[in-house]
């Protein structure tokens, strides 16, 4: 991660925040959002091959997620979407992977 990221103003930016290709730096950019004060019980998802047959998705909180991502070990590329926003994915479900 570069050094001298504003993470405190990004915390703050905005109610949903995406990061792509995250999995190998989530326990810092957590670790990173949580300290600038976001909330741990606040909706998380991976989204792993997005749009492709072996799409997969992880729900969880982001005080949950590295924990979540041991246990169910997602592939790359994925996506880390941050919150309130993670709730609407079932009503939305455009697309299922057969």
């Known amino acids: 991660m570069p050094a001298g990221f504003d993470w405190d103003g990004l ?9 792509y290709m995250a999995l190998r730096q989530l326990d810092k950019v957590v670790a990173r959002l949580l300290a600038a004060g976001r909330r741990p019980d606040e909706p ?26 041991a246990v169910h070990p997602m592939e790359p590329p994925a996506m880390l979407v941050v919150g309130g926003v993670v709730a609407l994915r079932r ?5 299922t992977p057969e």
Not at 54 to 66: C, D, F, K, N, P
Not at 91 to 95: G, R
Request: aromatic share 8%; glycine share 4%; charged share 15%.
């Open 11 to 19: 915390a703050r930016g905005a109610e949903v925040l995406v990061f």
């Open 44 to 69: 998380v998802a991976i989204v792993s091959r997005a749009s492709t047959p072996r799409q997969s998705v992880l729900e969880s909180t982001l005080g949950a997620i590295v924990a979540d991502v």
């Open 91 to 95: 009503q939305l479900s455009w697309w």
